[in-house]
């Protein structure tokens, strides 16, 4: 199996776990991740109070604090993988996903792209993500 073969299957998985759970599968995501230092964004960078949790990550520790605080908030509707595309190290997943807020309700459909990095290990050492925050601003209003 080559690396990139390796990689997809490995997000293949953690895409399926999180979207069949509903984002119940935080341990999962973790499981993949290094024990030492990793970079994880998010486009919203924590600008908004409400959305504090999408600031910069750089443990594994970090990166759950993000997922805890995306799921106590937020209750996902739905988030379906339409391609994964590797070369490498990296892996780029293309998706659509949509999420209630849960104070207000209001609800939000965006399409997703995802960026990752792995290691020679098979750990993801790098993640970003790109998505509608105008959406997600005026949401948590």
């Known amino acids: 199996m080559s690396q990139e073969e390796r990689n997809t299957a490995i997000l293949r998985e953690a895409y399926r776990r999180w979207a069949e759970t509903r984002g119940g599968s935080v341990d999962h995501w973790l499981s993949i991740l290094p024990e030492d230092e990793i970079k994880f964004g998010s486009l919203a960078m924590g600008r908004v109070s409400a959305l504090e949790f999408t600031q910069q ?17 937020w209750e996902m509707i739905s988030y379906d993988v ?7 190290d990296r892996v780029v997943v293309i998706a659509r996903t949509s999420w209630r807020y849960k104070p207000n309700r209001k609800v939000i459909d965006t399409p997703k792209v995802d960026t990752w990095r792995f290691n020679a290990d098979g750990k993801a050492i790098e993640f970003f993500e790109y998505y509608d925050t105008a959406a997600m601003f005026e949401a948590v209003r």
């Open 57 to 73: 990550r750089h443990s594994r520790e970090g990166v759950e604090a993000y997922l805890r605080g995306l799921t106590a908030d």
């Open 82 to 88: 339409d391609h994964s595309i590797a070369q490498g």
